[in-house]
């Protein structure tokens, strides 16, 4: 937790273009949600002199993993939705949710990746000719 001062997390794309996922000043928590077996998928660093009080993860609640387990998920979908590809983006919602891809309308997929449902049909047929 930020006890003064101000941070910020970001991610770096393929492309080497920066985006900043948030910042947090005083009382505000900032962290990279990945489990710690993984590698991180933000930088953080201070935009002014800092002071932060570290705050240990409670991983022996079966709803802190839970929602532990979401904000991973978020915090992946915030960086996918600033820096990667629509087809990126389908790729993941496809590895993801791979159960709920028939269960849904179009609509719905094309809204969660940000783009328009003719933008998601066209990717689609892109995708399927390259597969071919």
Request: charged letters at 30%; zero cysteines.
């Amino acid at each position: 937790m930020v006890k003064s001062g101000l941070m910020r997390s970001y991610s770096i794309d393929e492309k080497g273009k920066e985006h900043i996922f948030m910042f947090a000043s005083e009382g505000w928590i900032i962290a990279d949600s990945v489990p710690p077996e993984l590698p991180g998928e933000l930088y953080i660093d201070a935009l002014e002199d800092s002071s932060l009080m570290i705050v240990e993860k409670e991983q022996e609640n079966p709803d802190a993993k839970k929602l532990i387990k979401r904000l991973i998920r978020l915090q992946r979908r915030i960086i996918m939705l600033m820096s990667a590809s629509a087809l990126k983006r389908y790729d993941d919602f496809i590895a993801t949710y791979p159960n709920i891809v028939k269960r849904v309308p179009q609509r719905m997929i094309a809204s969660y990746l940000g783009i328009t449902p003719e933008a998601l049909s066209k990717l689609k047929g892109d995708r399927k000719r390259n597969s071919n």
